[in-house]
Every structure is written in C-alpha cells, then in structure tokens.
Antibody, heavy 116, light 107 residues
C-alpha cells in the first residue's frame, strides 16, 4: 500500500526549531519529487518546499532561509528541518508525493504549534 | 505569484443535485490545474489533474473543465460523502498556489 506517515510535530517556542519526518511505504522517496504543504488552523493550503528526485530543493519565500527539506534514501524518509520558528508557522504540515507539480499522495499531517 | 480565486466561498446544495464550483487564475495556467477534496480532520485528496483528468479511483460524477484562467469542477449528483471543502491548485508556475477553497454544504 502506498502510504506517507508524518511525525515530529508539537509545541515549540518562537525562535525554536523542530524537525518533521515523513516515512514512505509502497514507493521510493528518492525516485519521486516530494513536497511539504501546510495548512494554518481554519485556513487554506500553502505549498512550503519541494525536493526533486535529483536532489534540487526549492522553498516558498515565507520559509526560505529558515526551513530545509531533505531525505534519507536508506530510510525512505523525507524531512523538514524548521528553524527560527514564528507564530505564523503554526499549521498542520503534510508531506505529499509530487507528480511532478501536483500532489497525488498525502500523509495524514502533523501539527506544529509555535507559541510561548 | 499566480493568485487563484475560488467562488463561491460556500455552496449549499441538496443531495442528488448538481454542484458547480469555479476557480479563476490571475494569469493563464494553461491546463495545469488540479482539484482536491478535503474532509474535516483529513488530508486533501486529489480529484482532478490536467484540468479534466480524474485521478485514480475518483467517481465519474466528478468532472473538471476549463483552460487558461477559468476552470470549473462539477459534481453531477451529490452524494452525502461529497460534502467537503474543495481546493484548486495551479502548477504552471512556481510557487505552486492554491485557491482559498469552496465549502460545499448540505442544503
């Protein structure tokens, strides 16, 4: 079964850091484009970052310089390292297989709350 | 950045009736448009890509049309499980952008 399972969310203070993980099964992360998409409480969807199969990475302006997307091929897992977190980063974070620029498989999401 | 605008914000329709949702792009996105369905507490689900191609497993009552800047998602005969929020997304230009969503509710 093709599946994505996120983890790593939680409560963090402004300025803090968090690393999200997304474990894939049923397909190979490194052979696909993979993205992170977030959704603030009661709001719409916002694309955050993508990593291409070749390793190139791109970010939304709102997170550029603060977030880093990466993957571990041996673990078939996608990551999002989030630094210098702000209140406006509070959201459910979804990982999604990107084919190559729309999203066909989504994880269940992990909640990140940035608050003091 | 391409701005996607969906209308209406909320649509009230009775089960068995047809629902028509609109999505407009601030500039042409050709046919590079996808539609997603999201139910409360769940992740979005891909319905349509390429403006009109149904994703795997999506019932035939869902159809998409349009190109350029004007797009439509039509649900021909609403079932109870179709009441949800629907998002359009353009993938013609980076950054990838979504509409703000249309909430489809039971009338």
């Amino acid at each position: 079964e093709v599946q994505l399972v996120e983890s790593g969310g939680g409560l963090v203070q402004p300025g803090g850091s968090l690393r999200l993980s997304c474990a894939a099964s049923g397909f190979t992360v490194s052979s696909n484009y993979m993205s992170w998409v977030r959704q603030a409480p009661g709001k719409g969807l916002e694309w955050v970052s993508v990593i291409y199969s070749g390793g190139s990475t791109y970010y939304a302006d709102s997170v550029k310089g603060r977030f880093t997307i990466s993957r571990d091929n041996s673990k078939n897992t996608l990551y999002l390292q989030m630094n210098s977190l702000r209140a406006e980063d509070t959201a459910v974070y979804y990982c999604a297989r990107t084919v190559p620029t729309y999203f066909d498989i989504w994880g269940q999401g992990t909640m990140v709350t940035v608050s003091s | 950045e391409i701005v996607m605008t969906q209308s209406p914000a909320t649509l009230s329709v009775s089960p068995g009736e047809r629902a028509t949702l609109s999505c407009r792009a601030s500039q042409s996105v050709s046919s590079n448009l996808a539609w997603y369905q999201q139910k409360p507490g769940q992740a979005p689900r891909l319905l349509i890509y390429g403006a009109s191609t149904r994703a795997t497993g999506i019932p035939a009552r869902f159809s998409g049309s349009g190109s350029g800047t004007e797009f439509t998602l039509t649900i021909s005969s609403l079932q109870s499980e179709d009441f949800a929020v629907y998002y359009c997304q353009q993938y013609n230009n980076w950054p990838l952008t979504f509409g703000q969503g249309t909430r489809l509710e039971i009338k």
